[in-house]
T-cell receptor, first 113, second 115 residues
Framework: DSGVTQTPKHLITATGQRVTLRCSPR?????VYWYQQSLDQGLQFLIQ???????AKGNILERFSAQQFPDLHSELNLSSLELGDSALYFC????????????FGSGTRLTVV | AQSVTQPDIHITVSEGASLELRCNYS??????LFWYVQSPGQGLQLLLKYFSGDTLVQGIKGFEAEFKRSQSSFNLRKPSVHWSDAAEYFC?????????????FGKGTKLSVKP
């Protein structure tokens, strides 16, 4: 157990729908990072939050959004889902906004049908 | 642009044989370097990382990697592969000094192990 908790583990939904993925960082970690792993794009960084504030943005679609709450857990919201959004979504956390102590969760597998 | 190249998409080795997985990077300066392993349906497990110092890095499960600045490479090695090593391996880079938190990943190398 890495200490980074992602829920749900699996999610199946229809095109056009909206889903929310949740990530609880390791105790004491202030940064949360979201990544998408798909067959065609590989592992791509989506977005980072540090202590409630957006810190860095990667290849995140406008249909996707995220936030980090005061208790430091984070949610990734995916809307108007398309078949191509089917992927494994990983969350990682670290104590600060750097690469020290970087830890990944076990991921949420999203299937859009 | 910053990038990571893993030239081998799929490698098959016999159990007990040695292994080397290649990783080359393109970065403005020497980045922080990582190797992760992912078993089917599982998350990413850190094998080892290089930040600075000794260019030969020891990791978990008997893996090691060598940083070669002149070749912009960070190849992963294991002297004797076990069947349980069958998985996908990802090389990743991050900003030197760890000033930014996101990682750039290679496309991965899938390792199959023959009995």
């Amino acid at each position: 157990d890495s200490g980074v908790t992602q829920t749900p583990k699996h999610l199946i939904t229809a095109t056009g729908q909206r889903v929310t993925l949740r990530c609880s960082p390791r105790s004491g970690d202030l940064s949360v990072y979201w990544y998408q792993q798909s067959l065609d794009q590989g592992l791509q960084f989506l977005i980072q939050y540090y202590n409630g504030e957006e810190r860095a943005k990667g290849n995140i679609l406008e249909r996707f959004s995220a936030q980090q709450f005061p208790d430091l857990h984070s949610e990734l919201n995916l809307s108007s889902l398309e078949l191509g959004d089917s992927a494994l979504y990983f969350c990682a956390s670290s104590p600060a906004h750097t690469l020290y102590g970087y830890t990944f969760g076990s991921g949420t597998r999203l299937t859009v049908v | 642009a910053q990038s990571v190249t893993q030239p081998d998409i799929h490698i098959t080795v016999s159990e007990g044989a040695s292994l080397e997985l290649r990783c080359n990077y393109s970065y403005g300066a020497t980045p922080y370097l990582f190797w992760y392993v992912q078993s089917p349906g599982q998350g990413l497990q850190l094998l080892l990382k290089y930040f600075s110092g000794d260019t030969l890095v020891q990791g978990i499960k008997g893996f090691e990697a060598e940083f070669k600045r002149s070749q912009s490479s960070f190849n992963l090695r294991k002297p004797s592969v076990h069947w349980s090593d069958a998985a996908e391996y990802f090389c990743a880079v991050g900003a030197p000094g760890g000033s930014q938190g996101n990682l750039i990943f290679g496309k991965g190398t899938k390792l199959s192990v023959k009995p």
